[in-house]
């Protein structure tokens, strides 16, 4: 294998989840070293890149696209081609796309290399003061009804502290949804637009966040953190191991 052929690279690089400021330094360098960037929305990408002054070419790949460009991308790494893959936010693959392209580079032997930065379920996981020792990440629920009882119902009952994704016209229905699976004490924490202008941090009981919320009109990105049903053991047990 020549030279011009080991050079191919996969980036997956994270990008801020709202604040512009919020990129490492290393993820800048390579969004303008890489031959191609390979974007959920290339609008959105682009805003980011006119930013820092990078001009970088963008493609698109996104969830409705990248069965078919997986294997196009794949081919110009091994031609040589460094190629980044970024969501509209936070890192690749973290309910967004980039899960297949990372696949498919093993199986072709290529390595990525991850370039770490912000999430929106880290942020989410360290702002509910919630325990975290242990943590359960669902994503998005599923929309169907049948689907989303069950996995709510699933939920609902684990001894971990869970994060789920849901969009803001599902949140009321959401919480409406919790208040009937959840014991009313059991606490809660709702982190919408994480570093936006307008960022809030609802935390406090189910009923009471419900309560609080029932005639609100969602909007923006929202994460919800539950507590575990055995709360308070895992409590005295996070204190006990500091």
Same mark, same amino acid.
């Given at each position: 294998?020549?030279?011009? =052929?080991? $050079?191919?690279? =996969? *980036?997956?690089?994270?990008?801020?989840?709202?604040? /512009?400021?919020? #990129?490492?330094?290393?993820?800048?360098?390579?969004?303008?070293?890489?031959? =191609?960037?390979?974007?959920?929305?290339? @609008? +959105?990408? @682009?805003?980011?890149?006119? +930013?820092y002054g990078i001009s970088t070419k963008l493609v698109s790949y996104h969830c409705h696209n990248e069965h078919? @460009?997986?294997?196009?991308?794949?081919?110009? #790494?091994?031609?040589?081609?460094?190629?980044?893959?970024? $969501?509209?936010a936070g890192t690749p693959g973290i309910a967004d796309p980039g899960f297949l392209l990372a696949r498919e580079a093993f199986h072709n032997n290529i390595i990525p290399e991850? #370039?770490?930065?912000?999430?929106?379920?880290?942020?989410?996981v360290a702002a509910s003061g919630l325990p975290i020792?242990?943590?359960?990440? *669902?994503?998005?629920l599923p929309v169907k009804s049948g689907r989303r009882g069950n996995?709510?119902?699933? /939920?609902?009952g684990e001894d971990k502290t869970v994060v789920i994704y849901e969009s803001p016209h599902r949140m009321g229905k959401l919480l409406s949804e919790l208040a009937e699976?959840?014991?009313?004490?059991?606490?809660?924490?709702v982190i919408r637009e994480a570093t936006k202008l307008h960022e809030e941090i609802l935390r406090g009981t189910i009923a009471e966040i419900n309560l609080q919320t029932k005639d609100r009109v969602w909007?923006?990105?929202?994460?919800?953190? #539950?507590?575990?049903?055995?709360?308070?053991? @895992?409590e005295s047990n996070s204190d006990d191991s500091d």
């Open positions: 294998m020549n030279q011009q =052929l080991q $050079s191919g690279k =996969l *980036y997956i690089v994270s990008t801020p989840i709202g604040n /512009l400021e919020d #990129i490492t330094m290393r993820a800048l360098r390579i969004l303008k070293e890489v031959d =191609l960037i390979a974007a959920e929305d290339t @609008r +959105h990408t @682009r805003k980011l890149l006119s +930013h078919q @460009r997986v294997t196009s991308l794949i081919n110009q #790494i091994q031609e040589g081609k460094k190629i980044a893959v970024v $969501s509209d991850v #370039i770490p930065g912000a999430s929106a379920l880290t942020f989410a020792d242990k943590f359960f990440f *669902y994503g998005f996995a709510l119902v699933q /939920l609902c699976l959840l014991a009313p004490e059991t606490m809660i924490a909007k923006g990105e929202c994460v919800v953190v #539950i507590s575990p049903q055995n709360a308070k053991k @895992r």
